[in-house]
């Protein structure tokens, strides 16, 4: 089933051509008779669109409710029923049941669809236009300064478990400006402690 923007003129185009639609809301269209539970069409209404039934050959709904329906005759039914906000603006739409599907609608769907696929085309083009075109300083530039923080050095002092830990983390690559290498730096430590038992002794 298509898919399209509530208000957009592609939903105009898909009822004017009695077409079956979802949109990214509530307002959709289906072929036939529809009656979901749940729905809220008032009494007279819900027995006038039982009693069409048969001869119904479109359904447009909000939410769960049929808010208009297409005779096989042609005649094209809208119960004058006030519902909510949103479900009144879908109702707005219903006057498309009434246009031709080949006049001014079915135009402005079309251009509606030229934009759509000329700003999906800028919008793949924009990054390959933004890209350096020198990949090779572009990675350079990226590449994060390293550094050993602790590397040919003396034994630390201090509980074993937590030296192995120290010693563990010091002894391997990290970016200088990480944060991994500032608590374990000699500096912190000695802060976090008040002592200079934790620095390394050569």
Not at 4 to 28: D, K
Not at 83 to 88: D, E, K, L, P
Not at 100 to 119: D, F, H, S, V
Not at 169 to 182: D, F, I, Q, T
Request: aromatic residues 8%; proline residues 6%; negative net charge.
């Amino acid at each position: 089933m298509k898919k399209f923007a509530t208000h957009s003129w592609a939903t105009r185009e898909a009822l004017a051509r009695r077409e079956p639609f979802g949109t990214y809301g509530a307002f959709h269209a289906v072929e036939g008779y529809h009656l979901q539970f749940g729905n809220r069409l008032p009494p007279h209404w819900l027995e006038q669109y039982i009693e069409d039934g048969a001869d119904i050959t479109y359904t447009v709904l909000s939410y769960r409710t049929p808010i208009a329906w297409v005779l096989r005759c042609g005649a094209v039914v809208i119960p004058d029923v006030k519902y909510s906000r949103t479900t009144s603006g879908h109702q707005e739409l219903l006057h498309a049941l009434s246009e031709t599907a080949e006049g001014p609608l079915a135009i402005a769907a079309q251009e509606e669809r030229q934009k759509a696929r000329e700003r999906a085309t800028r919008l793949r083009q924009a990054p390959a236009a933004s890209a350096p075109c020198d990949q090779a300083v572009a990675i350079a530039a990226e590449e994060p300064a390293w550094c050993v923080v602790r590397e040919g050095a003396g034994a630390l002092e201090g509980p074993p478990d937590i030296v192995a830990r120290i010693d563990d983390v010091l002894s391997r690559r990290v970016p200088v400006n990480s944060g991994e290498a500032a608590i374990y730096s000699a500096e912190y430590l000695e802060r976090k402690h008040g002592t200079r038992d934790w620095q390394e002794v050569a």
